[in-house]
């Protein structure tokens, strides 16, 4: 097998795959590393399937808008099924300070030409039919945001990245980086390289060491789950952010196969990378759901799961080259965004390698700079 490459990916997951799609796109020769048996058995294939540009900053805004882009042409351009829906994302508001925040962040998120408006509690309970209304001020409505299937979705980019001539280096763990020589080297072989991604995920902060950089990426965990599937009642991703004991906030909708899946935010967060389900999760987020929209009363719960948010201190990726690096680029710290960034930042990627930037490419890149101070914070991270 080809030992020389133009570019190395390491990390066959969200971000890895559309990496390597948009790089072989432009002829470039690429080969994707992973420990793991195929590709996005990691935090990938454990993500619920949100896709949103709904959030509070140009770069994540503008890159996300592409994401959604790449992902509704799938079927069309490629014959690839991914379970896409554009069903919009929500945020309801049940209190005064909700309901100021969001519409205040909604004049930005205009600006940067994202298509979201605020409804009524009466055309949001057209969205939600039988949302529970007592208190709710109204909520924002971002149509274009949808959904699909991680596990079609991370199939699909494999098989395009095949057809594509991309080598895929599986079981092969990652154990030295030798930047200046531009060689990777793994457990099984040494591999020779143009450019090195790290795309690694949880195991960013490791990688970049072999780099001698420093990356702020940390683990902590998140509990999902899945219903059986029913008849569609809903569109929209509902998203409460009101804070409860032991949690931030919990989201949920409706997928294109009927299943409702939701997920929560803990707080404090739980460090670490550790995969096994605990029994605190459903009590701290069942009543909370039925509470909002009564009609998931009595849906049964078909499994559940837990991933990990690779994090970054602010809520916002690490992406670029460092300074006084030309062939070491960062795609990381995705704080569990990665499925809903990576077809637009894998774009934005091959743009940095190829020299193709396009004029507000470094606007974008500002918001995820390494050598930022990391002292803000995403709004809807």
Not at 109 to 137: C, T
Not at 171 to 179: A, C, F, P
Not at 250 to 278: A, H, M
Request: hydrophobic share 35%; glycine share 10%.
């Amino acid at each position: 097998m080809n030992k020389k490459y133009d570019v190395i990916i390491i990390g066959a997951g969200s971000v890895g795959l559309p990496a390597a799609k948009s790089l072989a796109e432009s002829n470039l020769k690429v080969a994707v590393i992973d420990d793991q048996a195929s590709v996005g058995q990691k935090n990938a294939k454990k993500a619920i399937g949100g896709i949103r540009a709904t959030h509070s900053d140009y770069g994540k805004i503008k890159v996300s808008l592409r994401s959604i882009e790449i992902f509704s042409e799938m079927k069309e351009k490629y014959g690839h099924d991914i379970g896409w829906m554009s069903n919009g994302y929500s945020f309801p508001a049940y209190t005064e300070k909700d309901e100021k925040m969001l519409k205040d962040l909604m004049k930005i998120q205009l600006s940067f030409g994202l298509n979201i408006k605020w409804v009524s509690p009466a055309e949001y309970n057209e969205l939600v039919p039988g949302i529970n209304m007592s208190g709710l001020r109204g909520s924002t409505f971002s149509p274009e945001d949808g959904s699909a299937s991680p596990l079609l979705a991370a199939n699909a980019y494999y098989f395009i990245c095949k057809d594509l001539g991309v080598d895929f280096h599986f079981q092969e763990t990652v154990t030295g980086l030798n930047i200046s020589q531009g060689e990777v080297i793994t457990d099984k072989d040494t591999y020779k390289t143009k450019y090195i991604i790290n795309a690694a995920g949880n195991q960013a902060a490791e990688i970049g060491k072999m780099a001698g950089i420093d990356l702020p990426v940390k683990p902590d965990c998140h509990e999902a789950a899945i219903t059986e599937p029913v008849q569609r009642f809903f569109e929209p991703m509902v998203v409460d952010m009101r804070p409860a004991k032991g949690s931030k906030n919990y989201y949920f909708y409706q997928n294109n196969e009927g299943q409702v899946v939701f997920c929560i935010t803990p707080d404090p967060p739980i460090l670490g990378t550790c995969s096994e389900n605990t029994s605190v999760y459903f009590p701290q987020v069942a009543k909370r759901m039925v509470k909002l929209y009564p009609r998931l009363a009595n849906l049964k719960i078909r499994r559940s799961w837990r991933g990990q948010y690779p994090m970054t201190p602010d809520g916002f990726p690490i992406v670029g080259f460092p300074a006084g690096m030309d062939n070491y680029y960062n795609l990381v710290g995705m704080c569990g965004q990665g499925f809903m960034l990576g077809p637009g930042l894998g774009e934005l990627a091959a743009r940095c390698i190829t020299g193709n930037k396009h004029d507000d490419d470094d606007k974008i890149l500002a918001s995820f700079d390494l050598k930022r101070d990391f002292s803000g914070i995403e709004a809807f991270k």
